[in-house]
């Protein structure tokens, strides 16, 4: 009975014809016998109906009933609610199915996906610590993309085992062979590996190549080196310019370089393919930045903030308060994204600044000695500490940062001179501190002669010559 309605349903599914769906089902929900009353839930769910589909999924306690309230209270940010879902399902709190359409049951037993789940779903309610536990059970499991993500930007993944893990996993023997004799172990490993590697995955954009260039491009931006990661953006986006994934951190790689031209173009062909992705609205945070519209900058940010609430996010709304002078918005952000992300110089750095701003040497000093994370941060660490003074913990970073073998200042000099025409623009911003550092020791042909080494002549290289000219006027 009731056969071609439900046909029809798999069919409307299947063609994601959710709107026939939902009448069909609805039709099953008044007639046939209660196994089918959870079809119209269901339906509504695809519909963005969320709250009527809880409304009908109120009564209801099975695997698959209680996994779309979690699917819908995650749609409504309820992330408490949600999290009791997904805890009744893990603790197996939960009836068994009697609907005999197996396209839409869930599984109770593919925990590794309840586990990745819980671990997002934590991670938005704060609680990093316990969100980690959970991605590494699920790892345990199998290896789903954004428990790998997680797992390595937290640094975490490298401590792993993969082929021990899949051995030691008893439940699905079936599984383990199926991973064991892929190439995922293989990809999982060449994430965590450098530029050997990434000759291989140019010839696979679009594909698995894309997922691997984004990602290591993302990696080089992270340890300072823009213009590599420019490079490698730049090939992605030739062979896969529909292709989203890290093109935020695309976007701030332009705004570093004060391309706005590309910036803008990147946006407007962001806006026409994903315009409601959170990905666009911070590359168009971004762009306003740059062109210091800090308002539109501010609401770019916030919109995407509200489509996917991440750290990177956080990040870019906590420097876009500092902007405003608005420190404790700036605090709250940058700790907030501390909290979603254990591994975030990024906030730390934030955090520094916001505290030297508001004077508070002490803890500002504290985030900056735990954020030196690549050049750039050490050259705004070089900054502050040039700032307060503490000229020999400046020199101490420098020498570190240029993998220089003395702290002797003409040493440092020298070496420095030597490798005149090899630095890097991020290099050469360190250079520019050390310069500062020079003046303040009255050291003026010294820091002279290492300014005429330097290549990128922006607006810091000319602040810097003009004060080793007034500097020495003022000596002499």
Not at 77 to 87: E, N, P, R, V
Not at 127 to 143: G, H, L, T, W
Request: with cysteine; glycine share 2%.
């Amino acid at each position: 009975m009731y056969e071609d309605v439900k046909l029809h349903i798999l069919k409307s599914f299947k063609y994601a014809n959710y709107d026939n769906m939902a009448f069909l089902s609805s039709f099953l929900y008044s007639n046939a016998s209660n196994q089918y009353k959870l079809l119209l839930p269901i339906s509504l769910y695809y519909t963005g109906e969320y709250n009527r589909s809880l409304f009908l999924l109120s009564s209801l306690n099975t695997v698959t009933s209680v996994y779309y309230k979690y699917l819908c209270y995650n749609k409504l940010k309820d992330y408490k609610k949600a999290l009791i879902c997904l805890t009744k399902i893990i603790t197996d709190d939960v009836d068994e199915d009697d609907l005999d359409l197996d396209i839409f049951l869930v599984n109770k037993e593919d925990k590794e996906y309840f586990y990745n789940d819980m671990a997002l779903l934590l991670t938005q309610l704060y609680d990093r610590d316990e969100a980690i536990r959970y991605f590494k059970m699920s790892y345990n499991i199998y290896p789903i993309f954004t428990t790998i993500e997680n797992l390595i930007y937290e640094n975490i993944l490298t401590t792993f085992d993969h082929q021990d893990i899949l051995i030691r996993n008893k439940e699905n023997i079936k599984k383990t062979n199926l991973v064991s004799t892929s190439s995922l172990h293989e990809l999982i490993s060449d994430l965590n590996k450098n530029e050997q590697n990434i000759e291989k995955y140019k010839n696979f954009i679009p594909g698995i190549g894309s997922y691997v260039v984004a990602f290591y491009a993302k990696s080089l931006f992270e340890l300072g080196l823009i213009d590599e990661s420019r490079r490698l953006f730049y090939i992605l986006r030739s062979k896969d310019p529909k292709f989203m994934y890290n093109m935020d951190y695309f976007s701030t790689i332009l705004w570093y370089s004060q391309d706005v031209t590309e910036l803008g173009i990147l946006c407007k062909n962001m806006i026409i393919d994903s315009p409601s992705s959170s990905v666009t609205w911070k590359a168009l945070g971004n762009y306003y930045n740059h062109i210091n519209d800090y308002k539109r900058s501010f609401l770019c940010l916030k919109r995407s903030s509200y489509i996917l609430n991440e750290p990177y996010t956080l990040n870019l709304l906590g420097f876009e308060s500092v902007y405003k002078n608005e420190y404790t918005e700036a605090l709250d952000y940058f700790k907030k994204s501390n909290l979603m992300l254990k591994n975030n110089y990024k906030s730390m750095y934030g955090c520094a600044l916001v505290y030297d701003k508001m004077d508070n040497k002490s803890t500002a000093d504290f985030y900056f000695r735990k954020c030196m994370y690549n050049n750039q941060l050490k050259a705004m660490g070089m900054k502050f500490y040039i700032k307060h003074g503490e000229l020999d913990i400046a020199l101490q970073i420098y020498k570190d940062a240029m993998k220089f073998d003395s702290s002797d200042i003409n040493i440092l000099v020298q070496q420095t001179l030597i490798k005149r025409g090899t630095f890097t623009n991020v290099e050469e911003f360190l250079i520019l501190e050390f310069v500062e550092i020079l003046t303040k020791l009255n050291l003026f042909e010294f820091a002279k002669n290492i300014l005429n080494i330097i290549e990128y002549r922006g607006e810091t290289y000319y602040k810097k010559k003009e004060m080793v000219y007034e500097k020495r006027h003022e000596f002499i």
